[in-house]
């Protein structure tokens, strides 16, 4: 199985945004409707969607559910998404819409043991655990949470680990200092992340800046890598990354 190519659509207060390191003070708009920006990404042969609730990503209450429904009506785009996915419910009521896959973060860290359970009740193709983490002064990688605002107590090895003991299929990992900063993917990172658990599909997240950063990810392994700030501005085609 190939490299599979994720665009990113960021969502906070209905518009379009790319946030730097996580942090909702600092935010770029972009002037774009969400939906017909999927479209464009279809129209240019993408066949995944990443869609992330930011406002719910911090709050909590997935609000996308319209926009997901109307991308999944559509037809051409499989859709990976989350943001404030805090219960059953919520996965149920995503996956009832339309979605491929259910994005959980924050709950990934804090309840482990109820996301090992949907993952037995649903099966490990259609969850994605997103972690999302800094390294800490003694060199541990610690996932943050609640939209990047608040650390996590678990140590990122111990959570991979884990998931792979419990049937998860795809992880996202970002290293949070390089998201939105066109500073380059932290290889290095993936490189750990692939040591730990061999068997997941991991997708690459955070400081995509060019051509070549998607072909480094499938050379390291990665079984995809998702595009955000890098499309949005044109630094890299997306014709260009479906190609590799």
């Not at 920006?37 to 995944?48: E, H, K, N, V």
């Not at 400081?207 to 998702?226: K, N, Q, S």
Request: aromatic share 6%; with cysteine.
């Amino acid at each position: 199985m190939g490299l599979t190519i994720y665009p990113a659509i960021d969502v906070r207060g209905g518009r379009v945004v790319r946030l730097t390191q996580g942090d909702y003070a600092r935010e770029i708009s972009y002037d774009a409707d969400p939906f017909a920006m999927a479209l464009r990404y279809a129209d240019a042969g993408a066949r995944w969607l990443h869609l992330v609730d930011l406002d719910a990503a911090r709050d909590g209450g997935y609000s996308l559910l319209g926009l997901l429904e109307r991308i999944a009506q559509d037809g051409r785009l499989r859709v990976q998404t989350g943001g404030g996915v805090r219960d059953v419910q919520q996965v149920q009521a995503l996956l009832g819409a339309g979605a491929e896959r259910v994005v959980v973060g924050s709950l990934a860290v804090s309840q482990r043991q109820a996301v090992a359970g949907w993952l037995e009740r649903f099966g490990g193709e259609r969850l994605t655990v997103a972690l999302d983490v800094r390294r800490d002064q003694d060199g541990q990688w610690r996932p943050a949470t609640l939209g990047w605002t608040e650390a996590g107590e678990a140590t990122l090895d111990e959570l991979v680990r884990f998931y792979a003991r419990s049937g998860l299929a795809h992880l996202l990992c970002t290293d949070i200092a390089r998201d939105g900063t066109l500073a380059g993917p932290n290889f290095e990172l993936y490189t750990l992340l692939r040591r730990w658990a061999p068997g997941l599909r991991l997708q690459a997240s955070g400081g995509a800046r060019e051509l070549a950063d998607v072909t480094r990810a499938r050379d390291a392994g990665c079984g995809g890598i998702v595009l955000g700030k890098a499309l949005l501005e044109g630094r890299i085609r997306l014709q260009d990354a479906l190609a590799c």
